[in-house]
C-alpha cells in the first residue's frame, strides 16, 4: 500500500497521555475512517479494507468507539448476518 505524509500539530498537552508517534498515526487514521464511514463516504467493508482489519473486527471498533452502525443496505444486512455468525463462532471457541 502507498503512503503520503502530512505533517500535523497537537498541542502540548496531548503529549501528558503518553503516546508514541506509532500510536498517534494509528489514531489518526482510525479517526479519519471513521468519519468517512460515519459519514457515509465508505462502506463497513471498505473501511476494514483502508484499516487493514476484518469486517468483524471494524465492526468490534465501531462498539468499542461508541460509533452506531444502524443504515443497512439489504446487501449489508446480509453481510451483517454473516458477521454475527463469524462472531458466534469466534465466540464459542
Given amino acids: 500500500m ?8 497537537l498541542p502540548n498537552s496531548l503529549s501528558q497521555y503518553g503516546f508514541s508517534q506509532k500510536e498517534i498515526q494509528q489514531r489518526f487514521v482510525e479517526w479519519l475512517v471513521l468519519s468517512l464511514f460515519t459519514e457515509g463516504r ?14 468483524v473486527d471494524f465492526l468490534d471498533l465501531l462498539r468499542l468507539r ?28
Fill in 42 to 55: 465508505v462502506s463497513s467493508g471498505k473501511a476494514a479494507k483502508l484499516l487493514n482489519v476484518s469486517r
Fill in 66 to 93: 461508541g460509533v452506531a452502525y444502524i443504515n443497512y443496505t439489504s446487501d449489508e444486512l446480509a453481510e451483517e448476518f454473516k458477521s454475527i455468525k463469524a462472531l458466534k463462532i469466534k465466540k464459542a471457541r
Fill in 2 to 9: 502507498s503512503e503520503s505524509s502530512y505533517e500535523v500539530r
